[in-house]
């Protein structure tokens, strides 16, 4: 219930490229997120494929960039089931989750935002 495995991981790059333009997206800061839904033979099985992405023109070291991406990657992880999952009535959609904020948040924050975004996300898709 609480794993992230590969199938939940977003690396298709044909499916990357059309979620960037193809999909819609909002802001929850401090993710842009962007999603898009998929047909069930696009889909590796799972609801929702994720991808995380933090930009290297705002932090400069790999370090930190891995730091927010670990917490997000985290938070998305011990949430997605109440939250996520149980809102998505039998839909396959790709997300892709750009942290835009400015400095590194602690945990606490990364994980209250996640919350806030996954409900805005499960009225976008119910839309």
């Known amino acids: 219930m609480y794993t ?22 909002f802001l929850c800061y401090p993710f842009k997120v962007s999603w898009m839904p998929v047909a069930a033979d696009d889909a590796a099985g799972v609801p929702v494929q994720v991808l995380f992405s933090v930009p290297k023109k ?4 790999a370090v930190d960039r891995n730091l927010i991406k670990r917490r997000s990657r985290e938070a998305y992880r011990l949430h997605k089931h109440q939250l996520l999952y149980s809102h998505l009535p039998d839909k396959e959609i790709i997300l892709s989750l750009t942290y835009v904020g400015k400095e590194i948040a602690d945990y606490s924050f990364i994980e209250k935002k996640m919350i806030k975004l996954f409900a805005q996300l499960s009225g976008e898709v119910l839309k």
């Open 58 to 61: 705002r932090f400069k070291r």
């Open 4 to 25: 992230f495995k590969k199938e939940e991981r977003l690396c298709n790059k044909r499916l990357i490229a059309g979620l960037y333009h193809n999909g819609s997206s």
